[in-house]
């Protein structure tokens, strides 16, 4: 009887799961996101993530997935982009709140206008 009832979804990220999920990711972006000759192989980056899901899960709402991390960092790289645009385009001075934006964002990404002084 239990497989005619509909898959539910899980509960949102809340902000301590964000909070360490980012934490986590910076602390490990160069043998997640690196190229090149020196980058990790399938199987280093799997164990990271899995690291990284251990973290998460002591504050998450429910447990979380590798794929569930990975899909919620997308996200949140894509929506950070996005305001970060909106901002350069002129809906606003670029100030403090484009340089918040732009936490997921490297350096170079960051449009001269809110990227921070060298």
Known sequence: MAEDSPKR??????????????????????????????????GQKRKVWELIRHKVNPVAACPRDVEDLKKRWRDLKRRD???????????????????AFGLLLAPEEMPPA???PA
């Open 9 to 42: 979804r899980k509960a949102n990220f809340n902000e301590a799961e964000t909070e360490v999920l980012i934490e986590q990711v910076l602390k490990h972006e160069q043998l997640l996101f690196a190229a090149g000759p020196g980058r990790a192989s399938p």
């Open 81 to 99: 982009r996005s305001k970060l645009c909106r901002l350069s385009q002129g809906c606003g001075p670029p100030g403090p709140a484009a340089a």
């Open 114 to 116: 809110a990227a921070p």
